[in-house]
């Protein structure tokens, strides 16, 4: 397509649930990148990924999260036993390479409620 | 990556050229400059980037003063469209570094 896609676009899940969000990047985009942002808060940096190298995981809050990408092109963000403090909007973006060039590409959002 | 600091909110008339300030001045040499905008409920869009040269695109225009210590966003002119949250962000280039760290940014409220 010609933009990340994101979804689902909402999802409300019960406190304890597992939730996966899924992101498909811009075709080509080497570099994938999840981000959060909680309500009035600015962009928390979860995890990314670079094609074959191991991914940087060092914005993820907890062992509960967990993100992998499949053949170098779609990601799923795993959260097990949701939170309500895992509440928020997660942003997937992607770009060429380290994204130097032409920046990110990101996402609309998945609005994770947890209740 | 170096720090920056952006006003927390400035209003602006439509029509009339915003002046968005940013101060990096941490900033190291092979750090760029760049600009991103998040307009409600959508994700941050990528508006432009620079180095030590002043940039322009479509979009906007960038200065960075020779001392690269801060830098001034320019929208020549604002529409209520470009209310937005406008984050500067400073980081290594293309070969080295990867994510971006988004401070708080500037709220820009565009008025009639």
């Known amino acids: 397509g010609a933009g990340v896609s994101q979804s689902p676009s909402n999802k409300v899940t019960e406190k304890g649930k597992d939730v996966e969000l899924r992101c498909d990047p811009i075709?080509?985009?080497?570099?994938l990148y999840w981000y959060r942002q909680s309500l009035g808060q600015g962009l928390e940096f979860l995890i990314y990924f670079q094609g074959n190298s191991a991914p940087d995981k060092s914005g993820l809050p907890s062992d509960r999260f967990s993100a992998e990408r499949t053949g170098g092109s779609v990601s799923t963000l795993t959260i097990q036993r949701t939170q309500q403090e895992d509440s928020a909007v997660y942003l997937c973006?992607?770009?060429f390479g380290t994204g130097g060039l032409r920046g990110y590409t990101f996402g609309s959002g998945t609005r994770l409620t947890v209740v | 990556d170096a720090k920056t600091t952006q006003p927390t909110s400035m209003d602006c008339a439509e029509g009339r050229a915003a002046n968005l300030p940013c101060n990096h001045s941490?900033?190291?040499?092979?750090?760029?400059v760049y600009w991103y905008r998040q307009i409600h409920s959508q994700g941050p869009q990528y508006i432009i980037h620079?180095?030590?040269n002043n940039e322009t695109n479509e979009m906007a225009s960038l200065i960075i003063t020779e001392d690269r210590k801060s830098s001034t966003l320019i929208l020549p002119h604002a529409t209520l469209r470009d209310t937005a949250v406008y984050y500067c962000?400073?980081?290594?280039?293309?070969?080295?570094?990867?994510?971006?760290?988004f401070g708080g940014g500037t709220r820009v409220l565009v008025k009639p």
């Open positions: 620079g180095l030590k």
């Open positions: 973006a992607s770009s």
């Open positions: 962000i400073v980081r290594p280039g293309e070969a080295a570094g990867n994510k971006l760290t």
């Open positions: 075709s080509g985009h080497t570099a």
């Open positions: 941490t900033i190291s040499g092979n750090e760029y």
